[in-house]
């Protein structure tokens, strides 16, 4: 029998952590219920979900510091969970490293098809044709998720390196931030696009100008990968 996909379930509040566990479980999902933040960074090395439902407010250690956490050692997905009227700042939970967010309360239906798509995004990613980029001074590793600079390797958040591969795949093809962020975070993002502009920004910073190749600016659309 194929292993069942594993979903990490952190919510402070157990009805609604059975709930959603109840809808997963349904639908063949094996599932783990946590209470706080640090329970669930302790439990997710040994339980190593496939995918991570993270409410926001958390006792002790909140979602964005738990999302913090989870990155420096995985590119687990993770869907952030918010209460409706929640302060939730959509852009740093995507800087932080979210890969979606869902308001509560909540359709089961809903619930399902964001785990879902998600899901398939990364299985789509595990199962590509390795690839490797290579430009004068930087090769970018999609199998080992490594990116070396001028020898070096970076030191890049999966955000950052999924952005980073797709526009060197696409040399000098020019995307607007509203399809980078399709792209990259796999679905239409509904607000400010500036998470795009920090990311890049970032890359930069550590990538200074090269002559034959550099992440370009085009005014007024988005950017592109420019190569001479």
């Not at 979602?63 to 959509?90: H, N």
């Not at 239906?109 to 430009?135: G, T």
């Not at 190749?213 to 420019?226: A, D, L, R, S």
Request: glycine share 6%.
């Amino acid at each position: 029998m194929p292993e069942k996909l594993k979903v990490l379930v952190v919510d402070d509040d157990t009805h609604i952590a059975e709930l959603i566990s109840l809808y997963l479980n349904k639908e063949g999902y094996e599932t783990k219920e946590v209470c706080n933040g640090r329970e669930a960074i302790g439990v997710f090395s040994g339980f190593s979900p496939h995918l991570i439902l993270l409410d926001l407010m958390l006792p002790g250690m909140d979602g964005y510091q738990v999302c913090g956490e989870i990155r420096k050692i995985s590119s687990v997905p993770i869907i952030m969970l918010t209460a409706k009227g929640e302060t939730f700042d959509k852009v740093l939970g995507l800087e932080m490293g979210a890969d979606d967010y869902i308001v509560k309360p909540f359709e089961p239906k809903e619930l399902l098809a964001r785990v879902k798509a998600v899901l398939r995004r990364y299985e789509k990613n595990d199962s590509a044709v390795d690839r490797m980029i290579v430009f004068p001074n930087l090769s970018i590793n999609q199998t080992r998720y490594t990116a070396l600079y001028h020898g070096k390797e970076l030191d890049l958040p999966p955000k950052e390196f999924e952005l980073l591969f797709f526009l060197a795949s696409h040399p000098n093809q020019v995307f607007t931030r509203e399809q980078l962020l399709d792209q990259i975070w796999g679905y239409e993002f509904m607000g400010e696009t500036r998470t795009v502009d920090v990311h890049v920004k970032r890359l930069r910073e550590k990538m200074p100008y090269e002559d034959v190749w550099q992440i370009k600016t085009v005014w007024g659309v988005g950017y592109k990968m420019e190569t001479r």
